[in-house]
């Protein structure tokens, strides 16, 4: 509910924001307080409270108060809570999961719109080129290429992803201007990953970086989408920030997918699929 009011600010009126804000400021004491407080608090009229509340998708304030009630003690806790020694199967069962819906969650609020459509548009000008889709990642971030590129293959789209740093290298040091390098990295500082992605960038191939912000990879690509999260870095075993990155791979495949034409990739789909169901038992 608080990601809709979020995500909604930008469409409502100076007014409605700021009924908005107080919502997000304080979302149980808003659920609390007599209309004409809040319409004090927020310095706007009593209608413009109850019209906000229509606004999001409410029937009114009192349907709105309710269900905000219900979604501040249900909801998701977007505070991230690390598995101690002594927690027992629920309590890691819980932690886990209310880490990864809030991580995922709060990069639907702060996903950059503008970046990945920049990202789509130049995966989807390298396939209709005939260009080279080329995906690295090393460790756990080369799962994760390795998905990316069966992601792609599944849409129709060819890719090929490297976990190697050799052989990052040197498909790096063949790229050229039309191709597409997307570099994977947790931590964003891992000196393979950042050598390959300055060979591809100079050797004109436009490079999508998914790593956090404010790391040193962050800076080296073209397009940097942004995977950030609280989990550290040293974590032996990442899981938040292998879920995210697996997320964003989907929206840019899905999305190239979708600008290649659904028509154009069917009867290639119909074809993977009817194979497979030669292999499967009834």
Same mark, same amino acid.
């Given at each position: 509910m608080l990601n809709r009011i979020r995500a909604s600010l930008? +469409? !409502?009126s100076p007014a409605e924001q700021r009924v908005g804000r107080l919502v997000l400021s304080d979302p149980l004491i808003f659920s609390r307080l007599p209309v004409s407080e809040l319409a004090v608090?927020?310095?706007v009229s009593n209608?413009? /409270? /109850?019209? =906000?509340?229509?606004s999001v998708g409410y029937d009114g304030l009192k349907d709105f108060k309710f269900k905000l009630e219900g979604s501040v003690k249900e909801g998701v806790p977007f505070i991230h809570s690390s598995v101690d020694v002594? $927690?027992?199967?629920? $309590? #890691?069962l819980v932690k /886990?999961?209310?880490d990864t819906m809030a991580a995922v969650s709060k990069y639907r609020c702060d996903a950059n719109r503008v970046y990945i459509e920049k990202a789509v548009t130049a995966l989807f000008a390298t396939y209709r080129g005939?260009?080279? #889709?080329? #995906?690295f990642g090393l460790g756990n971030s080369g799962i994760v290429a390795q998905d990316a590129q069966h992601k792609f293959f599944r849409l129709g789209i060819p890719a090929t992803a490297y976990g190697d740093s050799h052989m990052q290298v040197m498909s790096a040091s063949v790229m050229r201007a039309g191709d597409c390098a997307v570099v994977i990295s947790n931590s964003g500082r891992t000196r393979d990953l950042m050598a390959t992605c300055d060979m591809a960038r100079k050797n004109g191939a436009t490079t999508i970086v998914i790593t956090s912000s404010g790391s040193p990879l962050a800076l080296a690509g073209h397009i940097h989408l942004a995977a950030d999260h609280p989990e550290? =870095?040293?974590?032996?075993?990442?899981m938040v920030s292998r879920l995210l990155h697996l997320m964003i791979i989907d929206v840019l495949a899905t999305c190239v997918a979708l600008r290649v034409g659904i028509d154009a990739l069917q009867p290639g789909l119909r074809q993977m699929? +009817? +194979? !497979? !169901?030669?292999?499967? !038992? =009834?």
């Open positions: 930008t +469409s !409502l608090l927020a310095q209608p413009t /409270v /109850v019209r =906000f509340c229509r002594d $927690d027992n199967t629920n $309590d #890691i /886990v999961i209310d005939g260009k080279r #889709i080329e #995906i550290g =870095f040293e974590r032996y075993c990442p699929q +009817s +194979s !497979l !169901l030669d292999r499967r !038992l =009834f």
